[in-house]
């Protein structure tokens, strides 16, 4: 049984950075495509991007491309999205996400999620 | 990019009634469609792949249907449990995805 499990809550000022792991379980962690998806309060699920870590290439959404960093460490089975230049609209819960039976289509487990709140 | 559309935003419907979502691709997708349930406070949760494939343990009552831009996501019998934000989500043009916008469904 797979298990994500994301590094907790965060409270950032506009213009820092943060960075989100999410840790794996359960599973082979190279194989998987991991993605990362944000849903800010009251609004829909965003995808941002994702990796696949035995390629170790991340691929982004046009909208945070520049901005956002996804990376993977396959030692500790643990993926990273780090988000630069924060401002108020990146408040929001940052999902992680991959499925299990190898593949991208679609994603059958996710993280618990992690609150990033950006607040001067 | 492609862009997923997505309708009604709301829902309000019976415990007993057959609820229908509908959500349509800008361009042909195949059928590499898949919708998400998410209850309030939860991650999402996969309930249909490829369009039309139920995930395992996953309750009949769900069903979902269509190709290439145009798609129905249906609910048999609306059940108490089922008061959640659906979403579809394509994959055409991996490794890129996008979500419908989402649909809330309420209990009348």
Redesign the interface.
Known sequence: QVQLVQSGAEVKKPGSSVKVSCKASGGTFSSY?I?W?RQAPGQ????MG?IIPIFGTA?Y??KFQGRVTITADESTSTAYMELSSLRSEDTAVY?C?IFSGGG?????Y????TLVTVSS | DIQMTQSPSSLSASVGDRVTITCQASQDISNYLNWYQQKPGKAPKLLIYDASNLETGVPSRFSGSGSGTDFTFTISSLQPEDIATYYCQQYDNLPLYTFGQGTKLEIK
Do not use: I, K, P
Request: no cysteine; aromatic share 18%; charged share 20%.
């Open positions: 495509a993605s998806v829909g699920l965003e995808w994702g691929n959404a046009q999902y996400a991208d289509t679609r994603f059958d996710w993280g618990q999620g």
